[in-house]
């Protein structure tokens, strides 16, 4: 019976130091955690929504706040667009203006973040712009207030 005592601790022994050596102190290795684009306010142009935008809309969208903020590029077209930041506790509003060079023409929004551990996000948006003449009312939505605002061009795209 001691023999078998003995052999039972011998091999707990093992098992025990050999889950022990398997431990890393520097745990689960972060993954990169791509950036959502939310609530963009303009209507998107798709084969069911036909829907047209006013020539010059503001638009908006929110992202949240672990993007860096200084890295975010909106084009449309290949034309930079300048923007404005608005700060809230969670996320950051986004706001911009469709050229009026863009009036009556199909425009892909895009925008490019970097966020936490350097991870690249990309999103866009496809809107018609109305022709002057039969231009509707913008669809922009209410904004919400801001803790602080600055205001931002960006001179180079990805």
Known sequence: MKNLFKIILIFSAL???????AYSSKGASEQCK????????LAEYSSANKVEVAPE????????????SSTIKIIAKKIKLPYTIETTSSFYRIKSKIPAELTGKFVR?????TAE??????DGW????????????????KPEQAET?????????E
């Open 57 to 68: 809309s503001e638009f908006s969208f929110t992202v949240p706040k672990k993007v860096d």
């Open 109 to 113: 929004i895009n925008v490019f973040v």
């Open 15 to 21: 098992v025990v130091s050999h889950n022990a050596t």
């Open 34 to 41: 791509m950036p959502r684009f939310d609530n963009f306010s």
């Open 117 to 122: 551990l350097d991870c690249k996000g990309k």
């Open 149 to 157: 605002k600055e205001e931002s061009t960006e001179e180079d795209c």
């Open 126 to 141: 496809l809107v018609k712009v109305a022709e002057a003449t039969n231009a509707p009312a913008s669809t922009e939505t």
